[in-house]
């Protein structure tokens, strides 16, 4: 990247201190320039949004080759799990700026993931993630995004899972015809259904546990003494 880059995204990022500074690097076509954003989020100092308006009207000065934003008051510039996931949806690649250091870093959005190893990240990268992002991947089935970022099921009031998997298209099977692709809906150390695992074949389920990395494990004992149903997506039936 050319200094004139940085310096602009270093003099911004400073003038925001100690919020989280945000931008674009968009590609006129002739250039490059920076276009510096403002934080719109409800926790500047931890996290930043860019506005969508503010975005739009980047796009007609050219093409948006990175998004940029800044690292306030940190150790060792590490890009966290959260900026590689917003990266991964973005396309993009990223930009990060420490401040005051001035460390500068790029991260690329990651391609065909595999789906084990993945960190944990509540309401971002949990069981219904995983499931997601297999089912887009594998079956070109999009599902609706049911992940918070709080431990909804300590309360045993909501129901995420119960009052939703009808909705999105899935149908109870028996557990005598379980096949590839079906979802295992369990309880885990809760009064409600608050975990889901994608049954792989050969007695296999693929899912992500509460604080674990994404893996792929026996459907054993434990596994199906909390299991409550098993679905199938209607657009599966005759997939096998």
């Known amino acids: ?6 310096d602009a995204i270093k003099n911004h ?3 925001q201190y100690p919020n989280e ?3 674009l690097i968009i590609d006129t076509g002739k250039s490059q320039k920076y276009v510096p954003c403002q934080n719109i989020s409800d926790n500047p100092k931890e996290h930043f949004l ?11 000065l050219g093409e948006i080759i990175m998004i940029i934003h800044s690292h306030p008051d940190v150790v060792s510039l590490v890009p966290s799990e959260f900026d590689r996931i917003q990266c991964d949806h973005s396309g993009i690649e990223w930009g990060i700026i420490s401040v005051p ?6 991260i690329s959005p990651r391609v065909n993931r595999d789906y084990t190893g993945r960190q944990w990240l509540l309401g971002h990268a949990d069981c219904w993630s ?13 599902l609706n995004n049911y992940s918070v970022p709080r431990q909804w099921w300590e309360s045993g009031t909501e129901h995420f899972y119960d009052e939703n998997w009808q909705a999105e298209g899935f149908v109870a099977v028996n557990i005598t015809e379980m096949q590839v692709g079906d979802i295992i809906m369990m309880r885990i150390g ?3 259904t608050n975990h889901a695992a994608i049954y792989v074949g050969d007695n296999l389920i693929l899912h992500h546990l509460y604080g674990q990395l994404s893996t792929r494990t026996p459907y054993g004992k434990y596994f199906r003494d909390r299991t409550v149903r098993i679905v199938r997506h209607k657009e599966l039936f005759h997939a096998q």
Do not use: H, P, W
Not at 1 to 6: A, C, D, G, P, Y
Not at 101 to 106: E, K, Q, R, S, V
């Open 50 to 60: 860019i506005a969508a308006d503010e975005q739009l009207q980047a796009e007609k």
């Open 190 to 192: 809760a009064q409600v």
């Open 101 to 106: 250091d001035g460390d500068f870093c790029t």
């Open 130 to 142: 995983l499931i997601m992002d297999y089912y887009q991947r594998e079956y070109n089935i999009d």
């Open 1 to 6: 990247m050319r200094q004139k880059l940085l």
């Open 21 to 23: 500074a945000c931008g």
């Open 13 to 15: 990022a400073e003038s």
